[in-house]
């Protein structure tokens, strides 16, 4: 009996000093700040943008949430992708993604041209010589890089709400 009440006297304590558990849900609080925008990909025909661009909305989704606000982030994303690090061969050993993405934020009801501007990030990744195994490693990169400018984005657009918010 008095080990069941020393337990549950250390979860008061515990609870009173403010202490979350590292792995427990994540704090909103933060997200907040972007509860009036939605995000929407731009019309893309390149399927390889168009799957960056999932790739985009995927993050930017997790770290905001879905929003049906009165701003809409219009994405338009552009990926390219560079060899070097030839071998004695010729072959390109390494190559290099490069992802710039357009952004317009607008109003939803009147379309007004809120704020605009671009992000732009680079990976680099190691071609194999096997092709499935340059897919692969070309995709993780690609997925690596969208999660980068996807965290560009977001700073970029704090700093629109932050300045409309002052």
């Known amino acids: ?3 069941h009440f020393l337990f549950l006297l250390m979860l008061f304590f515990i609870s009173a000093c403010g202490f979350s558990p590292m792995h427990g849900p994540a704090n909103t609080t933060n997200s907040s700040l972007f509860e009036n925008i939605s995000v929407e990909l731009n019309e893309i025909e390149d399927i390889g943008n168009k799957e960056i661009g ?3 909305i995927q993050r930017i989704r997790d770290r905001i949430g879905t ?3 009165k701003d809409v982030l219009i994405l338009t994303p552009v990926i390219g992708r560079a060899g070097y690090g030839t071998s004695s061969d010729d072959v390109a050993s ?3 993604i490069i ?3 357009s952004y317009e934020i607008r109003n939803k009801k009147t379309g007004d041209l809120l ?3 671009s992000v732009k990030g680079s990976s680099t990744f190691a071609a194999p010589i096997d092709p499935y195994g340059l897919i ?3 995709n993780d990169a690609e997925q690596v890089i969208a999660k980068d400018v996807a965290d560009r984005l977001l700073f970029k657009l704090a700093t629109h709400y932050s300045e409309e918010n002052k």
């Open 94 to 96: 390494r190559y290099d």
């Open 115 to 117: 704020s605009r501007g």
């Open 67 to 69: 929003n049906q606000g």
């Open 54 to 56: 999932f790739y985009l």
């Open 1 to 3: 009996m008095k080990l």
């Open 99 to 101: 992802l710039t993405v």
């Open 136 to 138: 692969a490693a070309s």
